[in-house]
């Protein structure tokens, strides 16, 4: 099973041609403080190429939770990692991520086809981003470079600033297929849920409560 092969079934869900490359998968993992969470989630992992960058960043006791829409590919995903007790894949939209993530999570890693979305479905996955993120939550996702002028990656980019305190952008990844770019947002501004007890590896220190399963 390929990102190529769905692509070719699929085009305007998967939203692209290849998985994204170790660097690209290294940079969308790069300065969202992993190693100190206690939830991650994951966005559209299709085959798992990020999957496999985020994993050796967690902790024993951290939790990934990795949403793919398509069914094929999230069987796959679980199977894969079925004996990894961190990791927990569930078939199903990011647009429904409140229902599936109960606790506030530390990092969302996205590997969604934002610019083929209908704005309205962009919209509602953010709001459910920053609806699960806790207050210091951080946020990454990557953008194609030759699309990074059109309007649909741009509204993106809009949406973007106007959810997070703060948003940068990673030097382009030209060893990408296509070359691209990693947003990196944090300190979502609106994010009702709030932190339990001290976030991240520190909960887990204290005992701080933990899940298993989804
Ligand atoms: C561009 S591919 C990226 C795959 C992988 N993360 C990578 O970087 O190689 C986008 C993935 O997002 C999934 N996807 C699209 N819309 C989704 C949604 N609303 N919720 C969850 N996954 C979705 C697609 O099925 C596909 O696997």
Avoid: C, K
Wanted: glycine fraction near 8%; aromatic fraction near 6%; charge should be positive.
């Amino acid at each position: 099973m390929s990102i190529t092969r769905e692509f070719l079934r699929r085009p305007w869900v998967t939203g692209a041609v290849a998985a994204s490359s170790a660097r690209l998968a290294a940079a969308m993992t790069d300065g969202l403080d992993l190693e100190r969470a206690a939830t991650v989630v994951e966005l559209g992992p299709g085959t798992g190429a990020i999957t496999e960058a985020i994993l050796p960043r967690l902790a024993a006791g951290t939790r990934l939770v990795a949403v793919e829409l398509n069914p094929v590919l999230a069987a796959r995903l679980a199977e894969r990692y079925r004996h990894d007790a961190r990791v927990t894949v569930v078939s199903g939209s990011a647009a429904e991520l409140a229902g599936i993530v109960p606790e506030p999570v530390d990092a969302v890693v996205s590997g969604l086809p934002w610019t083929v979305m209908p704005a309205a479905l962009q919209r509602r996955v953010l709001d459910a981003v920053t609806a699960v993120l806790q207050p210091r939550g951080r946020f990454s996702t990557f953008a194609y470079a030759h699309a990074g002028w059109t309007p649909p990656a741009r509204r993106f980019a809009a949406e973007l600033a106007a959810r997070f305190s703060t948003v940068e952008r990673s030097r382009m990844v030209w060893a990408n297929l296509p070359p691209a770019y990693v947003h990196r947002a944090g300190e979502p501004r609106v994010s009702p849920r709030g932190p339990r007890i001290p976030s991240g590896r520190a909960a887990l220190d204290a005992g701080g409560p933990r899940s298993s399963g989804a």
